[in-house]
């Protein structure tokens, strides 16, 4: 299932960004729905709990990168939020989800960008700005990166 979303993420259309959003968005739902603040330790004996565990741990890392990702975020905050080492966090989000952390934050930061220049008259470094790019050049950079069109090109629709 991990390379399958990853597929579906890295595939870079609306449906495929609708279909991982959606599937790690109810996924950080359950984990809220069920009260739980922080990592369910693995029973004893348990078995399939430790994925379980896992899965619980990423889907409160999405929930939280998906609220904040327009903020100042550092992979370091988000593993301190689910209880684990920064190497750790990024090693069980990566083999969950498909990708880094990191990337999957800069993913969301593109899709907001981009739904913001489809959207919107404001300036391209003031979209950057609200999609989480504090640095104009570093949004051009990562937006032509992701999408093989500059901010301009892409409002454009060339």
Not at 103 to 123: F, N, Q
Request: aromatic fraction near 8%; include cysteine; charged fraction near 25%.
């Amino acid at each position: 299932m991990p390379r399958e979303l990853h597929r579906e993420w890295a595939s870079g259309t609306p449906d495929g960004t609708l279909l991982t959003r959606g599937l790690l968005v109810h996924l950080a739902r359950r984990y809220a729905e069920a009260g739980l603040t922080r990592p369910v330790a693995p029973r004893e004996n348990g078995f399939g709990q430790e994925k379980t565990m896992q899965e619980a741990t990423v889907a409160a890392a999405v929930r939280l990168l998906d609220e904040h990702f327009a903020e100042p975020l550092r992979v370091e905050q988000v593993a301190a939020s689910v209880f684990l080492s920064p190497d750790r966090f990024t090693e069980v989000f990566a083999r969950t989800v498909g990708c880094t952390p990191r990337d999957y934050l800069r993913h969301l930061r593109v899709e907001c960008a981009k739904s913001l220049l489809r959207t919107t008259p404001h300036s391209i470094s003031e979209i950057g700005m609200q999609a989480g790019f504090n640095d104009p050049a570093y949004f051009t950079r990562v937006f032509r990166a992701a999408t093989g069109k500059s901010p301009r090109e892409y409002r454009r629709g060339g």
